[in-house]
């Protein structure tokens, strides 16, 4: 049974880069033709996607977010990262590593992580 | 951007219907897609590509589209169906979610 894990730091200082990691257990990252994606949470509020990354590595990006955002994949570790810069208080959030299946007009986030909370504060 | 309406609550009383809108423009025209959020987690998927139940959810939940509203059914509703549900789309290579709609069953 698949399973994603979000790791990295709880506490970023404004202006510096978050970075967190999702680790892929319990089959390959690169198996199936899935995409791989991020997806946050501030606190109350909804969801927005960040980004993904397609199986063939091409990258796409929420346009509110695409100048600071970076996401990668390391097929050899089975896991997939996230760079966000520049970060302020406004990134505060639960962030979310997800699953993506899709296909000819569609794209869905069938398999979740369970979340992890970055604080942006000094 | 495309945007995604939802009422932000519902209420339904236990072992009724809920029903719970997503509006957008020509929102038939796309799929549609359902998660289910409870205190605490992660969401879950329920509905994909408007009216198809991943393995694990119950017949209770069904979805429908067409015209500007996407409609999550659920039938007999349960304590345990109490959460936050997001509707979302793909729109020009964007994923968009709806604001959410808080389900109390009453």
């Known amino acids: 049974q698949l399973q994603l894990q979000e790791s990295g730091s709880g506490l970023v200082k404004p202006s510096q880069t978050l970075s967190l990691t999702c680790a892929v257990s319990?089959?390959?990252?690169?198996?199936?033709?899935?995409?791989w994606s991020w997806i946050r949470q501030p606190p109350g509020k909804g969801l927005e996607w960040i980004g993904y990354?397609?199986?063939?590595?091409?990258?796409y990006y929420n346009p509110s977010l695409k100048s600071r955002v970076t996401i990668s994949v390391d097929r050899s570790k089975n896991q997939f990262s996230l760079k966000l810069s520049s970060v302020t208080a406004a990134d505060t959030a639960v962030y979310y590593c997800?699953?993506?299946?899709?296909?000819?007009?569609?794209?869905?986030?069938?398999?979740w992580g369970r979340g992890t909370l970055v604080t942006v504060s000094s | 951007s495309y945007e995604l309406t939802q009422p932000l609550s519902v209420s339904v009383a236990l072992g009724q219907t809920a029903r719970i809108t997503c509006g957008g423009n020509?929102?038939?025209?796309?799929?549609v897609h359902w998660y289910q959020q409870k205190p605490g987690q992660a969401p879950v998927l329920v509905i994909y590509?408007?009216?198809n139940r991943p393995s694990g959810i119950p017949e209770r939940f069904s979805g429908s589209n067409s015209g500007n509203t996407a409609t999550l059914t659920i039938s007999r509703a349960q304590a345990g169906d109490e959460a936050d549900y997001y509707c979302?789309?793909?729109?020009?290579?964007?994923?968009?979610f709806g604001g959410g709609t808080k389900l109390t069953v009453l």
């Open positions: 997800a699953r993506v299946d899709y296909g000819d007009s569609y794209w869905y986030f069938d398999l």
């Open positions: 319990g089959g390959s990252i690169s198996s199936g033709g899935y995409s």
């Open positions: 990354i397609y199986h063939s590595g091409s990258t």
């Open positions: 020509n929102i038939g025209s796309k799929n």
């Open positions: 590509r408007d009216s």
């Open positions: 979302q789309v793909w729109d020009s290579s964007t994923e968009v």
